[in-house]
């Protein structure tokens, strides 16, 4: 009989166990099904331009939009990790991260890693990119920077800032810097196209908040949810949502839109489940009314998606 060889060692088992275990946490850091969000913004941003990029130009943008995507859950895993945040955050499938690093805590160094590579990566396309287009593009791309690096540390320390930062790296950031990385420039189509995304990414972030107040308050956080309560930010997001609408009409009336661009109206009723959860159960949504959450993340994907598909077929 051939001799099978040496018996695996248990320090070889370990290493490889502690390896998946490491790999699993970066995955789930990344929080993939939100990182869907980045590519319909982007396909906004190309169909206002009414052009389409070359297969190369287009795959940068895309890689670019991801990675700076991408870094900001990273971070944001990261920092409320080591802020003990996670320690006392109930998590919902729609709000308190991936639980990924409180569950494997031997990975923090190289979620913090991977955090600063994907940092690195996205600065480093983004140079690309402004070599091969142009220096407007370092407007939205400075802007992303910022926003990934300030968010988690900063930015929820201000009602106001923290409010609309999740809507101006979707909308403005995404939406604007897609078209100007294909036209060189930033049309009247494409600021109002990115106001929807502006307006829905800064309401999904708001209500995804209310779960977390009492986490959120221990670490320092003074975001609008806990300055103003639960019940102020209910009303905030129908005004968000509001805005959304008006905005939405007023291109399709003064032609900025085309209007087919009225059928991104489509899933909006689920607002009004989003908001009535919010209203009712206030920072207990998450475990009262996940169906409110959950209505909100469709209504913040599919209306950009129905708008991004709106103009590609008015062109």
């Given at each position: ?5 040496p ?8 290493t ?5 275990a ?5 995955l789930?850091?990344l ?11 982007i ?6 331009a ?9 795959g ?57 590579c ?21 407007l939205?791309?400075?802007?992303g920077?910022?926003?990934i690096?300030?968010y988690?540390?900063?930015l929820n320390?201000s ?6 930062a999740p809507?101006l ?7 604007l810097?897609?078209?100007?990385a294909?036209?060189?420039?930033a049309s009247?189509t ?6 929807l ?20 308050a221990?670490?320092g ?9 639960p019940?102020?930010?209910?009303q ?19 032609g ?11 899933p909006?009723?689920?607002?009004w ?12 949504i ?30």
């Amino acid at each position: 009989m051939p001799d099978p060889g040496p018996a695996p060692t248990l320090h070889g088992s370990t290493t490889a166990r502690r390896a998946l275990a490491t790999a699993s946490v970066l995955l789930r850091s990344l929080r993939p099904p939100f990182l869907l969000l980045t590519p319909v913004c982007i396909a906004i941003g190309w169909a206002a331009a009414r052009s389409a990029p070359s297969p190369s130009l287009a795959g940068l943008i895309l890689l670019a939009g991801l990675c700076a995507h991408a870094a900001v859950n990273v971070l944001n895993e990261y920092q409320d990790f080591i802020s003990g945040l996670d320690q006392h955050t109930v998590r919902t499938p729609f709000s308190g991260g991936s639980g990924a690093l409180p569950a494997y805590p031997a990975a923090a160094p190289a979620v913090a890693a991977l955090a600063l590579c994907l940092i690195a990566a996205t600065v480093l396309l983004g140079m690309a990119l402004v070599f091969r287009v142009g220096g407007w593009l370092l407007l939205p791309g400075l802007a992303g920077v910022v926003l990934i690096l300030s968010y988690t540390r900063w930015l929820n320390r201000s009602a106001l800032l923290c409010l609309f930062a999740p809507g101006l790296g979707f909308g403005p950031v995404l939406v604007l810097g897609s078209e100007i990385a294909v036209t060189g420039s930033a049309s009247l189509t494409g600021l109002f196209a990115s106001s929807l995304p502006l307006f829905l990414g800064s309401a999904l972030l708001l209500l995804n908040q209310l779960p977390d107040l009492e986490a959120d308050a221990r670490v320092g956080r003074r975001h609008l949810a806990i300055r103003y309560g639960p019940a102020a930010s209910a009303q905030v997001y129908a005004a968000l949502i509001l805005a959304a609408i008006v905005t939405l009409l007023l291109g399709v009336v003064i032609g900025a839109l085309p209007p087919p661009s009225m059928m991104a109206l489509v899933p909006f009723p689920l607002a009004w489940i989003a908001w009535r959860g919010a209203h009712r159960h206030c920072n207990h949504i998450g475990l009262e009314a996940p169906q409110a959450l959950g209505a909100n993340v469709v209504l913040s994907m599919s209306a950009p998606s129905l708008l991004a598909l709106s103009l590609y077929l008015s062109h």
